[in-house]
T-cell receptor
Framework: EAGVAQSPRYKIIEKRQSVAFWCNPISGHATLYWYQQILGQGPKLLIQFQNNGVVDDSQLPKDRFSAERLKGVDSTLKIQPAKLEDSAVYLC??????????????FGPGTRLTVT | KNEVEQSPQNLTAQEGEFITINCSYSVGISALHWLQQHPGGGIVSLFMLSSGKKKHGRLIATINIQEKHSSLHITASHPRDSAVYICAVRSSGSARQLTFGSGTQLTVLP
């Protein structure tokens, strides 16, 4: 079974530029998550999708961050414009059970963003 | 106070030592995960616990629901075990989402 795919793996941009990350979850996984992990901290949930609908985006800085999952499969996360404090690893994860209950999240390799 | 606290933050051990990483949480949970993160960012799920104890190879995870505490043990540690170990909980009130600890950086020296 192929894992969660993310691209690019690394990105360096200047502040005020735009950047987009892509995630392809494990086939058949209805739930997709985007996390931000700042160096030395645990991951922080940015947005959670259930199929192509948003379940939770309460911690997404909506003035500059946006995400979509148009066909309920792969997803993109965009930052426009980027700030220095956006430097972090952006992790995508997916899981197979849509409702309540115990389930596993499978993580992608992450995209390391450096904003200079 | 964070909902999930890990200790220690950093741990250096000699190859072969027995290692314990602790996780305490302050909310009611439906499950607790132990995750391993290698340099480069990728995260691998090691265990998912809701009670008792699980063992996989040299790794053992235990959880005490009453005390809101979990431990991850590594027996006969090896340099390839060097990684960040993260505890994450799924609260009873939000079964779909995980709250993460800040991680424990483990370095095992040969």
């Amino acid at each position: 079974e192929a894992g969660v795919a993310q691209s690019p793996r690394y990105k360096i941009i200047e502040k005020r530029q735009s950047v987009a990350f892509w995630c392809n979850p494990i086939s058949g996984h209805a739930t997709l998550y985007w996390y931000q992990q700042i160096l030395g901290q645990g991951p922080k949930l940015l947005i959670q999708f259930q199929n192509n609908g948003v379940v939770d985006d309460s911690q997404l800085p909506k003035d500059r961050f946006s995400a979509e999952r148009l066909k309920g499969v792969d997803s993109t996360l965009k930052i426009q414009p980027a700030k220095l404090e956006d430097s972090a690893v952006y992790l995508c994860a997916s899981s197979s059970i849509a409702g309540w209950g115990v389930y596993e999240q499978y993580f992608g390799p992450g995209t390391r963003l450096t904003v200079t | 106070k964070n909902e999930v606290e890990q200790s220690p933050q950093n741990l250096t051990a000699q190859e072969g030592e027995f290692i314990t990483i602790n996780c305490s949480y302050s909310v009611g949970i439906s499950a607790l995960h132990w995750l391993q993160q290698h340099p480069g960012g990728g995260i691998v799920s090691l265990f998912m616990l809701s009670s008792g104890k699980k063992k996989h190879g040299r790794l053992i995870a235990t959880i005490n629901i009453q005390e809101k505490h979990s431990s991850l043990h590594i027996t006969a540690s090896h340099p390839r075990d060097s990684a960040v170990y993260i505890c994450a909980v799924r609260s009873s009130g939000s079964a779909r989402q995980l709250t993460f600890g800040s991680g424990t950086q483990l370095t095992v020296l040969p």
